[in-house]
């Protein structure tokens, strides 16, 4: 299994120019920075990308960081006023928010389960049809969640819809240097996926390694334009750096409905 998870990140970092040169351990470093989950921390990075960082002490990588920095850079104290709705039920949005939000709701999307079922105590939700009520959150977060939805578009309107006026979305996805975003693949009307290139595929802690198929690439230069267009007045792409080990900013998409 952790052969298969590093197989994976592996190919899922390949495609960043970054990764060839640094991603060896002639590029390991360690620095002390502060972590925004838990504080003052060692970090320690295999190759100068996010992805590759991480904190010692809340074991977080840079990834998920980013959105906790993001949380505070945006909410401040009336994080403690939020009524919060995270799109998994584990990462380092996740832990912060179940401490500091006056609530939080999560969920996972079980194929085959009744939406809104509880699943080993776990809500079931497909994002791209919620059945949370409208204007139930003040946030919603998410990471890495986006490109593996096949109308990518109808969740960010649900996410918008499940916003109370003011409220905003927070979340993560691989943002790619192309002129427009890129579908990958389309789900058929029996489920089945048609895929148009190389099937492309991510893990998931609940499924596995290449559990999650991916159908969309994001382009950073569309991105606030596919979010905008689902409802929301203001879209912003957040560049975070938690530490410098990182070696380039963690993108952070921010909308305000």
Known sequence: MAFARLRSIARYLARSRQFHAAATPLAWRA???????????????????????????????VTGLSL???????????????CAYELSSYGAAFDFLRVHAAGLSFSEYFPGEAPGALVDGIRNEDVQDLTFPAERFDLVTSNQVFEHVPDDLRAF??????????????????????????????RNA???????GEPEFH????????????????????????VSGAGFTRVEILDIVVTPLQGEPSPVVHAVK
């Not at 920095?69 to 009336?78: D, F, L, N, T, Y």
């Not at 893990?203 to 596919?226: K, M, V």
């Open 31 to 61: 620095g002390r920075a502060e972590c925004p989950a838990c504080g003052p921390s060692l970090f320690f990075s295999i190759g100068r990308h996010p992805f590759l960082t991480r904190c010692l002490s809340c074991r977080a990588t």
């Open 68 to 82: 906790v920095a993001a949380i505070r850079r945006i909410h401040g104290e009336a994080i403690a006023r939020l």
């Open 157 to 186: 309107s649900e996410c918008c819809r499940v916003l109370r006026p003011g409220g905003s979305l927070l979340f993560a996805v691989p943002l790619y240097d192309y002129a427009a975003t890129r579908r990958l693949a389309s």
């Open 190 to 196: 029996d489920g089945t996926i048609a895929w148009h």
């Open 203 to 226: 893990d998931s802690r609940l499924g596995g390694p290449d559990s999650a198929p991916t159908f969309w690439r994001h382009s950073r230069h569309d991105i606030a334009a596919r």
